[in-house]
């Protein structure tokens, strides 16, 4: 019995990382009867196929050297799936460590909104998020007069969170973002045209995801990504999912969009109220962090948008 990842399921058959090598399986009669759902990202313990050696005359000689020199999967059957420690739903996949959030350093700017949408959904789903912000070429060569963008990943550092500056051309940073794919499952997420594909093709020499072109009438990305799989890539396994445009708020109590905002979490015992939504409420902590600008006015614009959505779906449900 050998134990790997589920890379993804196609055709009625689920390809499966393990050994260092992809595994074409499929599955046991009694995952059928019982409807099993598979996400990318399951732990899976699957059996080998004994596979007879064949002499070159039965391969079929010369007519056959074009198949011949195609790599052939090994075969296996699945035989159990391990327990999930998380899943996500957009994008469907399981056993996730960390969400590479990767969004341009300019064309297109950075939605700061849609950062924090995605911040707020891998927090509560028990995911850690890494921020990469590329193309630090092209935002070099345009000399902004000003260092706006700059301004806004010290931000987020600041917070706490892991933040590179990275261009996919020069390979700047590229290194230090390798090293944090090792060994784990990731998920790369951000708006289309924000540069995850070429990222990923900077990330893995010699294979190359399709790359999108931004634009020029609305400066955003096209959609290049249509479904969801795991690749290996440096020395890991990574899910280049589609581009969001917009993202749904997880469903949650209006006093736990607090935890997602770590800056905010931290001073929460500070409140006079231990109920306290850092919204209405006098002698509040957050708003006295805002106004001595400890706190970023953006992100409390954000929160207070999200908080009114939660408490909206709360009323709806």
Known sequence: MINGVLLKGYGGFYYVYAEGRVWECSLRGRFRVKDQEFLPGDRVNILPEEVEDKSEAEIGGASSLVEAEIPRLDKATIESVGPRRNALTRPAIANVDQAILVFA???PKPDLNLLDRLLVQVTEADVEPILVFTKLDKYREEALSDSSNYAITDVYRKIGYNVFEVSSETGQGIDEIAAHLKNKISVLAGPSGAGKSSLFNALSPGKRLKTGRISLKSKRGRH???????MVCAGGLVADTPGFS?????????AELTDCFPEFAQRRSECRFNSCLHDKEPNCAIKAALENGEISSVRY??????????IEAERKY
């Not at 290049?224 to 795991?230: F, I, K, P, S």
């Not at 614009?301 to 939660?310: C, G, M, N, P, T």
Request: without cysteine; charged residues 30%.
């Open 301 to 310: 614009e954000h929160y207070l948008i999200f908080l009114k959505e939660v």
């Open 246 to 254: 917009s993202l749904y708020l997880p469903e949650m109590k209006r």
């Open 224 to 230: 290049t990504t249509r479904h969801v799989e795991l």
């Open 105 to 107: 350093m300019t064309s």
